[in-house]
């Protein structure tokens, strides 16, 4: 083989080695790329699911269960807690949006919920109200004030006053 072939060779060769060097690299750099989104992913997926799992107890939801049914379900014995809870209607003013809802204590204790401030809500008249949401801008609520509320019936969609 002449030194000029020699030449020849040797430079193809180490152009091919530059180029695998640079494809290397590239697929090194996809390959890390990949395994960061994946990792970023799967932490996605553990932290929403422990969320969703410290927001709230629940494990089923039953709608529109009749006392019966309620009965039966108390005496199952894998199931540890029921709570009751019934959406009544909603008002809205400007942004503000209050859902008007029956529940139980055992329910508030499911759904991770505690009042603050007062006691829990135990008259045909009593309400919880959250503390955010003000019913009209010139005065405050607080503990016993009477308020009226007209709401939207879930059951009949009509309008209804409300004093409580």
């Given amino acids: 083989?002449?030194?000029?072939?020699?030449?020849?060779?040797?430079?193809?060769?180490k152009a091919n080695l530059k180029a695998e060097k640079t494809k290397n690299y590239f697929v090194g750099s996809v390959i890390?790329?990949?395994?960061?989104?994946?990792t970023v992913v799967m932490t996605f997926g553990y932290n929403s699911f422990t969320n969703l799992q410290n927001e709230s107890?629940?494990?089923?939801l039953f709608y529109n269960l009749n006392n019966n049914e309620?009965?039966?379900?108390?005496?199952?014995?894998?199931?540890n807690k029921i709570g009751l809870y019934k959406e009544i209607g909603r008002e809205k003013k400007e942004e503000r949006l209050l859902s008007i809802l029956y529940?139980?204590?055992?329910m508030m204790d499911l759904s991770n919920a505690n009042i603050v401030?007062?006691?829990?809500?135990?008259?045909?008249?009593e309400i919880a109200i959250e503390k955010d949401f003000q019913l009209s801008d010139d005065r405050s609520l607080g503990l016993g004030d009477s308020i009226?509320?007209?709401?939207?019936?879930?059951?009949?969609?009509?309008?209804k006053p409300a004093n409580l």
């Fill in 1 to 13: 083989m002449s030194i000029q072939n020699k030449t020849v060779m040797i430079r193809i060769a």
């Fill in 32 to 38: 890390a790329l990949a395994a960061f989104l994946l």
């Fill in 57 to 60: 107890n629940f494990q089923a």
């Fill in 70 to 79: 309620i009965s039966r379900l108390k005496e199952i014995e894998e199931i």
């Fill in 103 to 106: 529940t139980d204590p055992a």
């Fill in 117 to 125: 401030l007062g006691k829990f809500p135990t008259k045909e008249n």
């Fill in 148 to 159: 009226s509320l007209q709401f939207r019936n879930n059951a009949s969609k009509d309008f």
